[in-house]
C-alpha cells in the first residue's frame, strides 16, 4: 500500500542557500528556512576562519549578547540578519550580493552550525 501525498507547492522556492545580501547582511532563502526550521530561531552568532575563509553561523533559540537579531519574512519565506559590522570587519564587502549553498557542520566547540565556505567562491 502507498500513502501519497499531493504536492501542492507550485511554484514554491526549494533553493537552499544563504546570499550575503548587498546591504550588509544574511538572507536566508525560503527553502533553507523551511527546511531547516529557522522559524524557531531568534538570532545567530557569527564565526570567521580567516585562514581558510569559512563563515559559520550558528542559531540562537533567543537573543544573547553578541548577537545578531533574525527578522522573519511572512509565510515562512526566509529571514534575514543584518550584519554589516561582521562583514566590515572581515573585508567580505566583495562577496555582498552571493549566494552560497550553506554545509550542515557539527563542530566540537560550537556544536552544530552552517558554514558558507567563501574561499571557494571563484575558484
Known amino acids: 500500500?502507498?500513502?501519497?501525498?499531493k504536492f501542492?507547492?507550485?511554484g514554491g522556492k526549494f533553493t537552499?542557500?544563504?546570499t550575503l545580501a548587498k546591504p550588509g547582511g544574511f538572507s536566508l532563502s525560503s527553502g533553507f528556512y523551511n527546511r531547516y526550521g529557522i522559524s524557531e530561531y531568534k538570532a545567530i552568532f557569527l564565526y570567521f576562519d580567516?585562514?581558510?575563509q569559512i563563515i559559520a553561523i550558528?542559531?540562537?533559540?533567543?537573543v544573547e549578547d553578541g548577537s545578531f537579531k533574525l527578522k522573519h519574512r511572512e509565510d515562512g519565506k526566509g529571514g534575514y540578519a543584518s550584519a554589516i559590522s561582521f562583514i566590515k570587519s572581515y573585508n567580505l564587502e566583495k562577496f555582498l550580493g552571493t549566494r552560497i549553498s550553506p554545509e550542515q557542520y557539527n563542530d566540537e566547540?560550537?556544536?552544530n552550525i552552517f558554514?558558507?565556505?567563501i574561499g571557494e567562491l571563484g575558484k
Open 115 to 117: 558554514i558558507l565556505k
Open 16 to 18: 537552499i542557500n544563504i
Open 1 to 5: 500500500m502507498y500513502t501519497f501525498k
Open 8 to 10: 501542492t507547492a507550485v
Open 58 to 62: 550558528k542559531f540562537l533559540k533567543d
Open 50 to 52: 580567516e585562514k581558510e
Open 109 to 111: 566547540f560550537l556544536g
